[in-house]
């Protein structure tokens, strides 16, 4: 690209200078004719003027006057008066300088309609053709200068160009080998990772299995009347702090909520009894780690947990806000009969029975589960989640200790 960018630009710019110039010096070419033929008109008119008078009368005075008046004209060579025997009688010329060219006219004389003899002149045509071809000349020039510099800014652009894209290129993964240009080379690197996405996409426009969890702190007011503002606002903070670290254990994303409510979803490409485990470990390791961080600061935390279940469509985007509008909806109104600590479950696509090979639950309420206990190993486990993400949010050394008052 650094050599084949500047190399088209360059023969663009070349085609356009020869067809440019080809086309100024046609029209050079037809200016310089057309003042040449102005210029012999008009010299010679003036000369008739003149001349058969003073040819009538034979006066070699007034027409060596005329012919040296009509050579004061820096384009006319010189100006000639020859008789009815084509014989010179008198004749100016411009000895300053030597004309490249010259163009020769001559035109009869009529003295009372009997042949008086001739003018002839010379023009300069040359320098007719100099003065009209000065202009084409800057053009060239210009030309020139524009194309060389537009030439040498595509050459350092397209340089820096081609060696970025290198760059990106070895740092993609594929195969080193020479796979031609730089931008077919980046296509090459990027065509699996443009067919893993596509298959992302794909899987995306189908939805995922979504479960929403909502904790809804019961105690909201109480807490704004016992805390000043400074106060309220830490523990709302270490709270946001404690629920992004558990997220980033258990691939959660947290979401909008409602004044005093915690709002986050953990998806899955299918509904499974194991998508539903890993969301109650998650909601239970952070109601774990609130009640540590609650004796810790000395305050009453009531939290109830819910989790509600759905298909939601990643896009169109409205369709994906609507369905987690419904599932927000769901989980409200199943907060408003849950007590401090309670975690709820809501799923049409299990019963107790089946839950209970992941986790020990009592009915609640019609579709709605909640949940008492894991097993012993699970608990283990989960014990070591929780303590681990103590010692991140809790035990910090620039973390603060001291009760909420």
Same mark, same amino acid.
């Given at each position: ?11 663009? =710019? ?9 086309? @100024? ?10 003042? /040449? ?29 005329? @012919? %040296? ?21 008198? %004749? ?42 000065? +202009? ?5 020039? @210009? ?30 993964? =594929?195969?080193?080998?020479?796979? =031609? ?12 990772? $443009? ?52 997220? *980033?254990?258990? =691939? ?27 969301? /109650?470990?998650?909601?239970? +390791? ?14 009453? $935390? ?24 419904? /599932?927000? %909806? ?45 097993? *012993?190993?699970?608990? /283990? ?25």
């Amino acid at each position: 690209m650094a050599k084949k960018l500047p190399a088209l630009v360059l023969s663009v =710019g070349v085609l356009f200078g020869l067809l440019s110039w080809l086309l @100024l010096k046609h029209h050079s070419d037809n200016l310089a004719n057309n003042a /040449l033929q102005f210029k012999s008109t008009a010299t010679l008119d003036r000369l008739l003027d003149k001349v058969p008078s003073a040819a009538l009368n034979n006066d070699t005075i007034s027409i060596q006057v005329a @012919l %040296q008046k009509a050579t004061e004209d820096p384009l006319i060579h010189s100006a000639s008066f020859f008789d009815q025997t084509d014989q010179l009688k008198a %004749q100016s010329a411009r000895s300053d300088r030597s004309p490249s060219e010259l163009a020769i006219f001559s035109r009869p004389i009529e003295v009372r309609e009997t042949s008086g003899g001739r003018v002839e002149i010379t023009v300069d045509r040359g320098l007719i053709i100099a003065t009209h071809q000065r +202009s084409t000349l800057y053009w060239l020039l @210009l030309w020139v200068l524009f194309t060389g510099l537009v030439t040498y800014g595509c050459y350092r652009y397209s340089e820096q160009l081609s060696r970025r894209i290198a760059v990106l290129v070895n740092r993609l993964p =594929g195969n080193s080998a020479t796979l =031609g240009d730089e931008i077919n080379a980046l296509e090459k690197r990027l065509e699996p990772l $443009l067919a893993l996405s596509l298959e992302g996409d794909n899987e995306s426009s189908n939805g995922y299995f979504c479960t929403l969890v909502s904790a809804k702190l019961i105690n909201r007011q109480r807490l704004s009347a016992q805390l000043n503002r400074d106060n309220l606002e830490r523990l709302f903070e270490t709270l946001d702090y404690c629920t992004l670290r558990t997220l *980033e254990l258990y =691939g959660g994303h947290r979401i909008e909520g409602a004044e005093g409510t915690i709002n986050f979803y953990i998806r899955s490409t299918e509904c499974s009894k194991q998508h539903l485990l890993i969301c /109650l470990m998650a909601v239970y +390791s952070l109601q774990q780690l609130l009640e540590r961080l609650s004796d810790q600061r000395g305050i009453d $935390l009531e939290i109830a947990w819910t989790l509600c279940s759905d298909n939601v469509a990643m896009v169109p985007i409205f369709s994906y806000h609507e369905q987690m509008g419904r /599932l927000k %909806q769901q989980s409200i109104q199943l907060a408003e009969k849950l007590h401090d600590g309670m975690i709820v479950l809501h799923t049409t696509l299990y019963d107790g029975d089946q839950l209970s090979t992941i986790a020990r639950f009592v009915t609640y309420d019609k579709d709605c589960y909640a949940l008492q206990a894991f097993t *012993e190993e699970r608990q /283990l486990l989960l014990e070591k989640q929780i303590q681990h993400l103590a010692n991140i949010c809790l035990y910090e050394p620039n973390a603060e200790t001291a009760p909420l008052t």
